[in-house]
Nanobody
Framework: QLLESGGGSVQAGESLRLACGGSGFTGFSFGNYVIGWFRQAPGKEREWISC???RDGDNDLADAVKGRFTAMDTVYLQMNNLRPEDTAIYYC?????????????????WGQGTQVTVSS
């Protein structure tokens, strides 16, 4: 089972680092995989944020977070200069193979989500 960690409540301008892991989850142990990060704010649809491939480090970020968020070491999402509009539940997702994708269907396993709250 995938599990996100690192969420919390911060002030605008502060940073958080989210991690995607999982006790007993073997998907990180071998082969090629992609980790995607999505978020969902109250009353809004789920939004793709980033993805990263473990094979070659290929990664991509949504325009809304470029320059502030960074996908790192495949399983981490470094979030700097957080804004109130970043408040959401953040989900990591695992997909086999290689090749980043913004599409939720690309991913086979999902975490339960971690809350990120940014106050002004």
């Amino acid at each position: 089972q995938l599990l996100e960690s690192g969420g919390g409540s911060v002030q605008a301008g502060e940073s958080l680092r989210l991690a995607c892991g999982g006790s007993g989850f073997t998907g990180f142990s071998f082969g090629n995989y992609v980790i995607g990060w999505f978020r969902q704010a109250p009353g809004k649809e789920r939004e793709w944020i980033s993805c990263m491939s473990n094979r070659d480090g290929d990664n991509d970020l949504a325009d809304a977070v470029k320059g502030r968020f960074t996908a790192m070491d495949t399983v981490y999402l470094q979030m700097n200069n957080l804004r109130p509009e970043d408040t959401a539940i953040y989900y990591c997702a695992w997909g086999s193979g290689f090749g980043c994708s913004t599409r939720a269907q690309r991913y086979d396993y999902w975490g339960q989500g971690t809350q990120v709250t940014v106050s002004s």
